[in-house]
């Protein structure tokens, strides 16, 4: 009896332990992965707000390159109807300097003219 006894603590027991055993360790192996998954999640919640951040970030910087692109251009037509004026006033001094020298001729021709009337009528006064 003693020996069935033994053989049967043989056969039930020490095979639940050794699958009690087997069971602590997978136990003990799941805690460390689930404690390393854990650590990598919170570590891709910091992944995730910070590319949420830079996602922000990029949207502002999106609409701030739309807006300094609308500026230029804004910039860009401004300048051209300023090139455009600039060289209307250019030939518009270039007509009145042209103006201003014949106005300065013609002057000049009607002073001559009065300086010999001028003679004419002193010779005719003196004789």
Known sequence: MLLRAVDDFQS?????????EAQAQKIESLTRDLQRTSREREKLKGNLKSLESIQTRNADLV???????Q??????????????????????????KKDAAKVGEENKEYKSMLDRQARDVSEVQLG
Not at 13 to 18: A, E
Not at 63 to 69: A, C, F, M
Not at 71 to 96: G, I, M, P, Y
């Open 71 to 96: 500026s230029l251009n804004e910039a860009v037509t401004l300048a051209d109807l300023a090139r455009s004026e600039a060289e209307k006033f250019n030939q518009d001094a270039l007509h009145w």
């Open 12 to 20: 039930r027991i020490i095979p639940l332990f050794t699958t009690t």
């Open 63 to 69: 609409s701030d390159v739309g807006r300094l692109q």
